[in-house]
């Protein structure tokens, strides 16, 4: 897979060396490119934005330098539709969640924009869908952040993790928090058995492969429960066992004809 970065602050991708995404682009499973923005600004003083047209505070991001950045970054895009993707970050795009990393995970080519200031003039965005390129402009959370750099390193790692390859127990992604069975993970424990006094589950100790699933899953829907109601309220009714129905039943939600409906809710986020 291909992701290119453009920013004005390239170093500020430096971390993209390091750990498995480092690894990773070593070994040629990631092309990785970070340019930066400034080499397309024509002037002196390489300026790359201009003051907001109908005022207001802040400058915006100019789009004639974002263009001829991405003609070039983006190369025959427009030619080879779903291939490449431009991603521009952004506070006010859809949130960016595990189902929006997987699938970027499987497009040979993703380009990420990082705005600054008030952002990059709308119209780059536009331009770029009604060229036939896919566009998507995604948040990272309800909150606004400087930049888009730390959006870049977060997608990266977000998807990089998913390529083939990438991690080496493929396992580990399975039952992860935010995987197909749409519950947080349970919660994790390694030796020594007993530590400051707080002891290990016993069952985990048990050998008993079939008991520590179930107890994995049950921790899984009442962490859930207790922290992601929003999570419980997607859980397909059709994939819950009997014992899924008592743990949530217990939990105070209810399995309706529409679906799942809490009925009492628990007290508090705390396990
Ligand atoms: C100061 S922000 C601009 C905020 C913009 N004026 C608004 O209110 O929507 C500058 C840049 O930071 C990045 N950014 C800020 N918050 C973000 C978020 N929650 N998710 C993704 N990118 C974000 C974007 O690249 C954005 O163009």
């Known amino acids: 897979m291909r992701i290119d970065v453009v920013s004005i602050f390239p170093e500020y991708l430096a971390p993209l060396e390091l750990s498995l995404v480092g690894k990773a682009r070593r070994t040629g499973l990631l ?8 080499d397309w600004a024509h002037d002196r003083h390489r300026t790359v934005d201009d003051s907001p047209l109908g005022g207001g505070a802040g400058m915006v991001m100019r789009p004639d330098v974002w263009g001829e950045a991405l003609d070039d970054v983006l190369g025959g895009a427009q030619a ?13 795009g859809l949130p960016l969640d595990q189902r929006t990393a997987e699938r970027l995970a499987t497009v040979p080519h993703v380009v990420v924009a990082c705005g600054r200031y008030e952002g990059i003039d709308a119209r780059v965005a536009e331009h770029y869908r009604g060229r036939g390129v896919a566009v998507t402009e995604l948040s990272l959370g309800d909150y606004v952040l400087n930049g888009g750099e730390v959006a870049a390193l977060v997608l990266v790692e977000a998807v990089a993790r998913l390529l083939p390859g990438m991690v080496g127990n493929p396992a580990s992604l399975v039952e992860e928090s935010h995987g197909a069975a749409g519950t947080l993970e349970y919660p994790v424990y390694t030796r020594p058995p007993e530590w400051r006094g707080h002891e290990v589950p016993e069952v985990l100790l048990s050998g008993h492969h079939a008991r520590i699933e179930r107890w994995r899953r049950d921790q899984a829907l009442e ?49």
Request: net charge negative.
């Open 80 to 92: 080879h539709p779903g291939e490449v993707e431009l991603v521009v970050p952004t506070p006010s």
């Open 223 to 271: 962490r859930t429960a207790r922290r992601r109601p929003d999570l419980i309220e997607r859980l397909a009714v059709e994939d819950l066992d009997r014992r899924d129905r008592d743990i949530l039943a217990e939990l105070g939600w209810e399995v309706g004809d529409e679906g799942l409906r809490v009925v009492s809710p628990p007290g508090g986020v705390a396990d």
């Open 31 to 38: 092309d990785l490119r970070v340019h930066d923005l400034r």
